[in-house]
């Protein structure tokens, strides 16, 4: 009985901290996003401002090194990015039309042929209601907190990297081991972090210069629009390439006459990850996060429900840094177990078939 109640108390507490951070993390979201992108980056380019330092640049210099190099990155892509994509918007009543016209086209046809209406009344009116004003404001507007963002990451990031000595101090305190080096937990997770984002960041310049190269010979207009698309979408594990491939798949099928090419593009982008998956990731990445498929799929959805874009790409390496810290404490080393891809599915399926088979008599 003294178990029951000990359990059923630990697991309301368990509740609580998890509703309390979770209201906490949602609520305070335009304060932590910034900080955990920021947390993020500096682990990612610490090697390259230490191997600054050894060539005798002064700490300060070589971050400033860093951070504008990383800055005039972000704006280029940025630019170019948002320079399509107000080209393309530029297109929406004329995409609008060809929506209409090619649903009602397939409304006729399977109706026709299956007896099946598609509804393109509402079709139209959802079209209508994504290229108004509204949903253009609402998106400048969270375009304006993304910039807003993005100014104080730089900032972030260089103090972050400055006194990492100082972090490196207090990670000790909490291990109560003093003026030694940072326990094995924190060097596992941060080895993974910078791992884990330079490899997908050369995944992602190889995924969007083969994508590039697949839309412009296509003839896709705004190609480098759709292959940024493409590649920022390859970080969000499972969905990302189903949605982006979907988006331009419809692109490509709303703006030309012929079948052909939808097909071709869905055929081209599918080989596009067969390579990224199978070669260049196992190859680039190194280190991966070592979680299971649902871990994954809980991470991107609860990441999307707290932080939206932001959290469907940092909750995957969040929830990995987790699962670290978990196997290196005792009591919550289950935790970590449940998170891992340690299942015993061979010992598990053999036992079954042992019993089976007893049953059925096939041995004594």
């Known amino acids: 009985m003294l178990f029951r109640n000990s359990f059923l108390s630990n697991v309301a507490n368990g509740l609580i901290l998890l509703v309390l951070g979770s209201y906490l993390l949602k609520q305070a979201s335009f304060i932590v996003i910034p900080l955990a992108w920021s947390v993020f980056l500096s682990i990612s380019l610490d090697p390259l401002c230490d191997w600054l330092e050894r060539k005798r640049f002064p700490r300060v210099l070589a971050e400033f090194i860093v951070i504008i190099l990383l800055s005039l990155v972000a704006m280029i892509t940025i630019y170019y990015f948002v320079d399509q994509a107000m080209g393309l918007m530029e297109r929406g009543p004329l995409i609008e039309g060809k929506v209409k016209e090619n649903f009602s086209q397939l409304n006729v046809w399977t109706r026709n042929r299956l007896g099946l209406d598609i509804g393109i009344d509402n079709i139209q009116f959802g079209i209508s209601e994504i290229l108004d004003g509204k949903v253009l404001s609402n998106l400048l507007q969270s375009t304006a907190e993304t910039i807003l963002m993005l100014g104080i990451i730089p900032v972030y990031i260089f103090f972050f990297i400055y006194y990492k000595d100082f972090f490196f101090a207090f990670i000790n305190k909490l291990a109560y081991k003093k003026g030694t080096s940072p326990p094995k937990w924190f060097q596992d997770a941060r080895g993974m972090v910078q791992n884990y984002l330079k490899g997908m960041l050369f995944v992602t310049i190889i995924v969007a210069i083969m994508a590039t190269l697949v839309f412009y010979f296509l003839g896709v207009k705004y190609y480098l629009f759709f292959a940024l698309f493409v590649a920022l979408f390859n970080l969000i594990p499972y969905i990302g390439v189903i949605l982006s491939s979907v988006v331009s798949v419809l692109y490509v099928w709303l703006t030309t006459d012929s079948i052909l090419y939808p097909l071709l593009t869905l055929l081209l982008l599918w080989l596009i990850q067969i390579i990224e998956n199978n070669i260049i990731t196992p190859i680039v990445v ?79």
């Not at 290196?328 to 015993?344: A, E, F, Q, R």
């Not at 599915?345 to 078939?353: A, I, K, T």
């Open 286 to 364: 190194g280190t991966k996060i070592k979680l299971n498929p649902l871990a994954v799929i809980l991470s991107i959805m609860v990441g999307g429900w707290l932080w939206g874009l932001s959290g469907v790409i940092l909750f995957n390496p969040l929830v990995g840094v987790l699962k670290i810290v978990f196997d290196n404490i005792k009591g919550l080393s289950p935790y970590g177990y449940l998170l891992g891809t340690d299942i015993p599915v061979y010992e598990r399926n053999e036992n079954f078939l042992k019993v089976i088979k007893k049953r059925l008599g096939f041995f004594k």
